[in-house]
């Protein structure tokens, strides 16, 4: 079992940066077994995948909507993975959700075994 936490959400103008992190506990593994991907959904949208890394972080993948803007990142030690998400725009706001797979591709996929709760990003002046 993998239990995920998102933090980091909040309120920013546009143009503004905000960092996401994930907190993975994991009874019997470690969160280096798995794949992580970031997902988010706006209100009367279906959810997206947004970026995912692998679980030794050799592949990194980003939508044509955020990439050049947001970075994923991993600390296997710490059990944390990261979105860093800079020149955010008002469509950026959605909720974001961390989700965990053995695969990279069932993330990509926009699936995923693990789900954290989801933390809230509203871009707006």
């Known amino acids: 079992q993998l239990q995920l936490v998102e933090s980091g959400g909040g309120l920013v103008q546009p143009g503004g940066s905000l960092r996401l992190s994930c907190a993975a506990s994991a009874s019997r593994s470690t969160l280096d077994d798995y794949a992580v991907g970031w997902f988010r959904q706006a209100p009367g949208k279906e959810r997206e995948v947004v970026s995912c890394?692998?679980?030794?972080?050799?592949?990194?993948w980003y939508s044509d909507a955020v990439k050049g803007r947001f970075t994923i990142s991993r600390d296997n030690a710490k059990n944390m993975v990261y979105l860093q998400m800079n020149s955010l725009k008002p469509e950026d706001t959605a909720v974001y959700y961390c989700a965990a797979d053995l695969w990279i591709s069932v993330l990509h996929g926009g699936r995923g075994d693990y789900w954290g709760q989801g933390t809230q990003v509203t871009v707006s002046s």
């Open positions: 890394i692998s679980n030794n972080e050799d592949i990194t």
